[in-house]
């Protein structure tokens, strides 16, 4: 038997005092720029390059910024190249739009390095969703999948995206010359026409694949996307609509019942009204007892906020008021309302599209002008990152002095004034207003808007361009579009399709003013409020998926956000001499 060999154990070495070197922390600016200087050439711009970094680490954009400008300037081509990404973070973190945008002009993608270019697509995509630009993010995203055609995170955000487009972008996408724009825009329009029949979609899929094989077969998108030929659109059998009819607002609740039933007209589902002023248990037990699959309605706010909050509360509803922020969204649960905030979130909107740097709100101190002044302010900065102007109107005893406040023409008659007391001589010379000022945002009830109007127009330097005027449907009086046209000449304001006797609408308006003459224009909108609603059931739940997918209402282009709120875009009107003219949307 082999003898085992004893394992010997070496001797531990006698312990010593060792230095560790300290973990190196990063470079500061400063530093960066010291080293800079005792450096040349490329090797001195790099070091420029890392300080400009470390100035945006460290919160100093306007030090990074001008290192960034620098080098653009004067570096050697392939730092130059390495400059361009840190450069536009610089710009997103100073958050001067202008700079922002021309600098995505001036640098097409071919000019940065290729390790940077997936990096600055996503950056820039995100920088247009946070603008709320959706045709920009889709080319930006487009763009970004062609260097990463399977990376499932752009699909999805591209197809997110998509489906915020207006109509008329989502058809330039499909007239474009890029086969892949074309595809994905053939995609979601398939979807939004079809979604909820689901025979039809699986045809139109199948065909779609075969039209667009250089893009991913449907398998490969990404899940949320392959789901959806699976959704179903609300069907219901019984619709329990709740009103109040036994309150001081029994009149809206009719105008909005008369409404549903004229847009109910040879349809199979059964209306069934409410009061809604019962208490919420008595409503639960006569809403089982009919059966009922879908509510529409309460109209008013408490009512709507106590069963909105109520965790039994368990059916499909679109309430017919806005929902608050005391009310957690809810998948079943759909807020539709007149709101004003729409038609200043839309007057923003048409503002940036036509380019105005420096609009002015003139506004009535009452709560409905406050709110529109307060959701112009938010989408004002939103877009150009500063407040407008804005002059309230306490009483009209102060409009002339508010006016000429607001155009400075007080200020150019003083100044006349002192020439005249200087020179002991009358000086003829006119007035001058403002060159600053680009529109005007009229917030006020009819009455205001006529004598308004015309005294901004006078009160204007007449060497000065015409100033454009805007105004929101509540400056809009139907029955006096006859005799205030020379008043209100060129306002331009929103306003719900209904009231401007749109030509698509016009056997429905016979039929009206056959069966209600002459009744209040407060009704009336309330009639078309309650016919959309109606329609509008039938396509929440394609809405849901597509939240740009619109509803041509009564009262507007009707959208779905994604908090449950029905967004409305109104239709522009505007007064010439001879009539009132309809200009579409913008």
Known sequence: MKAVQPVIKAEPEPETDVEVAPLSQPLSASEFLQQAEQSQGTEQQLELLQAARANLQQGQVDQALAIHQVLQQQADSSVMQQ????????????????DIQQFIQQFPLSRFNLADQQLYLQKQAQYWIERQEPNKAVGVYLQLLQLVPTDQASQLA?????????PQ????????????????????????????????????????????SNLPALAQLPAEIQQLSQVQGYNPQTIVVLLPFNSNFRQHAEAIQQGLLAASVNHPAKLVFLDSTQSPALIKQQMQEQQADFVIGPLLKDQVDGLANDPDWTLPTLFLNSRTEQIAPSEQKYYFALSVEDEARQMAQLFQHKGYKQPVLMAGRNPLSQRMVAQFSRDWQQITGKAPETYWVTD??????????????????????????????????????????????????????????????????PAAISLPIYASSRSHQKSAELTDRRDLLNLTFTEMPWMLNQQQQQALREQYNTLFPQQDE????????????????FKLK????????????????????????????????????????TLGQP
């Open 83 to 98: 400059n361009l990404l840190p450069w536009f973070e610089a710009l997103l973190a100073k958050g001067q739009h202008q």
């Open 158 to 166: 591209l197809w997110q995206q998509l489906g915020l487009l207006t």
């Open 169 to 212: 972008q989502l058809q330039k996408l499909l007239q474009s010359n890029d086969k892949a724009a074309q595809g994905w825009a053939s995609l979601l329009q398939i979807h939004q026409r079809l979604l909820g029949d689901q025979l039809a979609l699986q045809t139109e899929l199948q065909n779609w694949q075969s039209s667009y």
């Open 396 to 461: 009209m005893a102060s409009m002339e002095s508010t006016i000429k406040q607001l155009l400075e023409t007080d200020a150019s008659e003083q100044r006349i004034k002192e020439i005249e007391r200087l020179s002991g001589q009358d000086v003829r010379a006119e007035t001058h207003s403002r060159q600053d000022i680009d529109a005007i945002y009229l917030l006020a009830d009819p009455a205001q808007t006529r004598l308004l109007k015309p005294f901004i127009d006078v009160s204007v330097a």
């Open 522 to 537: 407060t009704l009336q909108r309330l009639f078309a409020m309650g016919y959309d609603a109606f329609q509008l059931v």
């Open 542 to 581: 394609q809405q849901q998926q597509f939240p740009a997918l619109p509803h041509s209402g009564l009262t507007g282009e009707l959208r779905l956000a994604t908090d449950g709120q029905i967004q409305r875009q109104l239709t522009l009107g505007q007064y010439s001499k001879t009539s009132l003219n």
